[in-house]
């Protein structure tokens, strides 16, 4: 069982940066891949980054450049870090764990960015 817990949201202008973080529960090293979802108003919920155990890391075109994503074993917890943010980043981000082949997904925290 993994338990996620996101935080680090909130209302961000135009060219700022937000970092968020994914606090996992259970074996954090265990897990294989962890990542970022989001999830805008009226919109699917679409790929942001993904992080695995080995340290391969995965983007979204539309966040290249800008995202970095990054597992901190020693704290259980995923990060990303959001430069040069756009208002079409504006969304709920979702923290996805894969463990033994299930999926686990943590409430979201919001992303507001403002023209």
């Known amino acids: 069982q993994v338990h996620l817990v996101e935080s680090g949201g909130g209302l961000v202008q135009a060219g700022g940066s937000l970092r968020l973080s994914c606090a996992a529960s259970?074996?954090?090293?265990?897990?294989?891949?962890m990542g970022w979802y989001r999830q805008a108003p009226g919109k699917e919920r679409q790929l942001v980054a993904t992080?695995?155990?080995?340290?391969?890391?995965n983007y979204a075109d539309s966040v290249k450049g800008r995202f970095t994503i990054s597992r901190e074993n020693a704290k259980n917890t995923l990060y990303l870090q959001m430069n040069s943010l756009k208002p079409e980043d504006t969304a709920v981000y979702y923290c996805?764990?894969?463990?033994?082949?299930?999926?686990?997904w943590g409430k979201g925290t919001l992303v507001t960015v403002s023209s």
């Open positions: 996805k764990a894969t463990y033994y082949g299930i999926h686990y």
């Open positions: 259970g074996s954090f090293s265990s897990i294989n891949v």
């Open positions: 992080a695995t155990s080995g340290g391969s890391t």
